[in-house]
T-cell receptor
Framework: GNSVTQMEGPVTLSEEAFLTINCTYTATGYPSLFWYVQYPGEGLQLLLKATKADDKGSNKGFEATYRKETTSFHLEKGSVQVSDSAVYFCARRRSNDYKLSFGAGTTVTVRA | GAVVSQHPSWVICKSGTSVKIECRSLDFQATTMFWYRQFPKQSLMLMATSNEGSKATYEQGVEKDKFLINHASLTLSTLTVTSAHPEDSSFYIC????????????FGPGTRLTVL
């Protein structure tokens, strides 16, 4: 099965609402974890990352904490804006190689 | 920031023809480039990894004779889908790394291939 599982979308929110996108992973060892964002018509961009347990990645108001005990890396933002409308991908890179494994992506639409 | 472009952004071709997709790093030298394939509502799946000047490393199940990858310079990699068939229709995405395969990957916007 897929090594990264993320919440299915699409997700539609109102501006200033709280956003959570769940992501869980499978891996042995200590993988690095990532969230990528893809805005309409653009390539994937690294949003944030965490490389060891209990690390918190943060950027543009988004946060995600590397939880080894629950093998999770959920993405959160306290108050979304219309400009946050995008597809969000959770990804994992194993500690012993360079390959990224991606979740299926979650489409988020924020309405004014 | 690091920018990666792809050309074309979309292409429609007839079954049996070959299609070339270009991936360029615009403001940095890409020592390693990656090619992914994405099916609708599914994950990006790594097809192959290429290092400048050497042969690409293909993932299990990816036909190297069908998906030809060339990484002849530090700013350009090409993916050629040979003798394309409808089942090759997909979204192809490249990424590039400027400091070795373990560093951050910068992604292109993708190319939509439709084979009739």
């Amino acid at each position: 099965g897929n090594s990264v599982t993320q919440m299915e979308g699409p997700v539609t929110l109102s501006e200033e609402a709280f956003l959570t996108i769940n992501c869980t992973y499978t891996a042995t060892g200590y993988p690095s974890l990532f969230w990528y964002v893809q805005y309409p018509g653009e390539g994937l961009q690294l949003l944030l990352k965490a490389t060891k347990a209990d690390d918190k990645g943060s950027n543009k108001g988004f946060e995600a904490t590397y939880r080894k005990e629950t093998t999770s890396f959920h993405l959160e933002k306290g108050s979304v804006q219309v400009s946050d409308s995008a597809v969000y991908f959770c990804a994992r890179r194993r500690s012993n190689d360079y390959k990224l494994s991606f979740g299926a992506g979650t489409t988020v639409t924020v309405r004014a | 920031g690091a920018v990666v472009s792809q050309h074309p952004s979309w292409v429609i071709c007839k079954s049996g023809t070959s299609v070339k997709i270009e991936c360029r790093s615009l403001d940095f030298q890409a020592t390693t480039m990656f090619w992914y394939r994405q099916f609708p509502k599914q994950s990006l799946m790594l097809m192959a990894t290429s290092n400048e000047g050497s042969k690409a490393t293909y993932e299990q199940g990816v036909e190297k004779d069908k998906f030809l990858i060339n990484h002849a310079s530090l700013t350009l990699s090409t993916l050629t889908v040979t003798s394309a068939h409808p089942e090759d229709s997909s979204f192809y995405i490249c990424s590039a790394s400027d400091a070795g395969a373990t560093d951050t990957q910068y992604f292109g916007p993708g190319t939509r291939l439709t084979v009739l």
